[in-house]
C-alpha cells in the first residue's frame, strides 16, 4: 500500500516529471490526469528539403490535420526539423545540410 500511497502524492504534487519505475518509464499527461508509459521519441532523418515537404504534408494529411494547428516546422542554416505533434512530441524528422567539396572550399569550412 505504501507504494500507491507514494504515486499518489507524486501525482498531486510533482506532475510533468518522469517516474522511473521497474515497469518502465512513465509521464503525467495533464489530459489524463494520470502517469502513462512514456513511448520513446523516434527521430527519422531526411535527405533532402523536398522530403521535408512531402513528410510534412504527408504526416497533416495522415493525422487529418488539414489546419497544421500543433504542427512545427524549424528551418535554420543547418537544415530543418519537423514535429507532426507539438503536444506529444514522439516524432522528429530532421534535415542535415551537407555542403559540396566546392562549397566548402569557397567558404572556407
Partial sequence: MMSK???EKIQRDAR???LQTSIGDHLYSDHDQCYKPLIKSY????SNVESLAAAV???AKR???ATG???TVIFDEEGAAFE???IKRLDRWTYKRTYSTQW????GF
Avoid: A, Q, S, Y
Fill in 5 to 7: 500511497d507514494v504515486l
Fill in 16 to 18: 510533468g516529471v518522469i
Fill in 43 to 46: 527521430v527519422r532523418g531526411i
Fill in 57 to 59: 504534408l504527408e504526416e
Fill in 63 to 65: 493525422r487529418e490535420n
Fill in 69 to 71: 494547428k500543433m504542427i
Fill in 84 to 86: 507532426p505533434d507539438d
Fill in 104 to 107: 566548402k572550399t569557397l567558404m
